[in-house]
């Protein structure tokens, strides 16, 4: 979804329809539903560490899909360093 967002709201369908078809393409990608413990966990890290919704929901994904590592460029979750149960996060900036 985030990817999607800067160039939808520029105009560009033809970027926004490039990465949809990259990540069905990509081999190494799951996308995982929204299930109810997914929004549990996600309410958690919203009460905890105050991530934005789509952050919460990306980090208790993560969290309930046993990543090893999130990658991610938002300094924001930088809050999420003194839980135990988030994975190592990786900032690319």
């Keep these: 979804m985030e990817l999607l967002v800067g160039p939808l709201r520029n105009g ?3 970027i926004a329809r490039t990465i949809r078809e990259f990540l069905r393409e990509c ?3 799951v ?3 929204v299930s109810e413990d997914v929004a ?3 309410a958690l890290l919203r009460a905890v560490a105050r ?3 789509a952050d919460a929901l990306i980090v208790a994904t993560g969290i309930r899909a ?3 590592a999130l990658v991610t460029a938002d300094r924001e979750w930088e809050r999420l ?3 135990d ?3 190592r996060v990786i900032y690319l900036s």
């Design 31 to 33: 996308v995982h539903a």
């Design 27 to 29: 081999p190494n990608l």
């Design 66 to 68: 046993g990543v090893g």
């Design 40 to 42: 549990y966990e996600a």
């Design 12 to 14: 560009r369908d033809d």
């Design 81 to 83: 360093a003194s839980l």
């Design 51 to 53: 991530l934005a919704p």
């Design 85 to 87: 149960r988030v994975p």
